[in-house]
């Protein structure tokens, strides 16, 4: 069995598995999260495809499953974090400190001068992981996603 904190670059191949866990992970918080939020959140495996195409992605595998995955968009110098999901099963074992960390030494390597990323207040545990690393708080939008309060963290890079 692999340590399931082994991080690598996602393939194409994996827009099925990766599809799968956005989707259990989503559904956890039906009740939460308007309807559109979270279903923005759930590529369909040919979307996941689509997404792969355009950005950055890494997964943390355990026995060849995909347990928790995490985007990354290099834009203008920065670079913005983008749908962190692991599943359940796995949380609270570094997994989240490890994909986070991924990116912040992708985004290094590749000169950016911050890592950015949009949360929902809701979202403690991946908040208290952000800051936990650096992140700081530096904005706050109003019902920005289908009604949701969005908050802004950054890491700026030294």
Same mark, same amino acid.
């Given at each position: 069995?692999?340590?399931?904190?082994?991080?690598?670059?996602?393939?194409s191949?994996?827009?099925e598995?990766?599809?799968?866990?956005?989707?259990?992970?989503?559904?956890?918080?039906?009740?939460?999260?308007?309807d559109?939020l979270?279903?923005?959140?759930?590529?369909?495996?040919?979307?996941?495809?689509?997404w792969?195409?355009?950005?950055?992605?890494?997964?943390?595998?355990?026995?060849?499953?995909?347990v928790?995955?995490?985007?990354?968009i290099?834009?203008?110098?920065?670079?913005?974090?983008?749908?962190?999901?692991?599943?359940?099963?796995?949380?609270?074992?570094?997994?989240?400190?490890?994909?986070?960390?991924?990116?912040?030494?992708?985004? !290094?390597?590749? =000169?950016?001068? +911050?890592?950015?990323?949009?949360?929902?207040?809701?979202?403690?545990?991946?908040?208290s %992981? @952000? !800051?936990?690393? =650096?992140?700081? +708080?530096?904005?706050?939008?109003?019902?920005?996603?289908?009604?949701?309060?969005?908050? %802004? @963290?950054?890491?700026?890079?030294?």
């Open positions: 069995m692999n340590d399931p904190t082994s991080i690598r670059l996602a393939r191949t994996d827009a598995q990766i599809s799968r866990l956005y989707k259990d992970v989503w559904d956890e918080y039906r009740d939460e999260f308007p559109e979270r279903i923005s959140r759930q590529p369909s495996p040919e979307e996941m495809k689509t792969l195409g355009r950005e950055t992605y890494f997964v943390a595998v355990d026995d060849d499953e995909i928790g995955v995490v985007g990354c290099m834009e203008h110098g920065a670079c913005l974090l983008t749908h962190m999901a692991i599943e359940k099963a796995y949380r609270r074992r570094g997994i989240g400190t490890a994909l986070t960390n991924t990116v912040i030494q992708h985004a !290094k390597s590749n =000169g950016a001068f +911050k890592v950015w990323l949009d949360t929902v207040p809701i979202l403690r545990e991946a908040i %992981l @952000y !800051k936990k690393l =650096g992140f700081l +708080k530096s904005g706050h939008l109003k019902r920005h996603f289908w009604g949701a309060d969005v908050e %802004l @963290y950054e890491l700026v890079l030294t």
